[in-house]
């Protein structure tokens, strides 16, 4: 079992910037990937970024990238979404997602891979 929680949202003009933080605690967590997905209101849940556990291979949304950057200090057991550039459209609830790996450098952009998911933390982006 993986416990995930979340912080670091908030309310944040366009422009500003935000990290969110992602706390693991359970099993291993360095042999564990991790994604960050968001969603707002009326639409589904959509993938952000995605981290390998070993954290040399990362992935981003297109929507996001250049602007957001995910990364984990292992021996901490945490992952991080630095997010820059904040945009209205950037707002939803922001959810970290965890699932066991064997090989250091995959990571997962579906939904449907993890396993295990926090309770999300809102995000808001005014104009």
């Known amino acids: 079992q993986v416990q995930l929680v979340e912080s670091g949202g908030g309310l944040v003009q366009a422009g500003g910037s935000l990290r969110l933080s992602c706390a693991a605690s359970?099993?291993?967590?360095?042999?564990?990937?991790v994604g960050w997905f968001r969603q707002a209101p009326g639409k589904e849940r959509e993938f952000v970024a995605a981290?390998?556990?070993?954290?040399?291979?990362?992935n981003y949304a297109t929507s996001v990238k250049g602007r957001f950057t995910i990364s984990r200090d292992n021996a901490k057991n945490m992952v991080y979404l630095q997010m820059n550039s904040l945009k209205p459209e950037d707002t939803a609830v922001y959810y970290c997602?965890?699932?066991?790996?064997?090989?250091?450098?995959?990571?997962?952009?579906?939904?449907?891979?993890?396993?295990?998911w926090g309770q999300g933390t809102q995000v808001t982006v005014s104009s």
């Open positions: 981290i390998s556990w070993s954290g040399g291979s990362t």
């Open positions: 359970g099993r291993t967590f360095s042999r564990i990937a």
């Open positions: 997602a965890a699932r066991g790996v064997e090989n250091g450098g995959t990571y997962y952009t579906s939904k449907v891979s993890y396993t295990y």
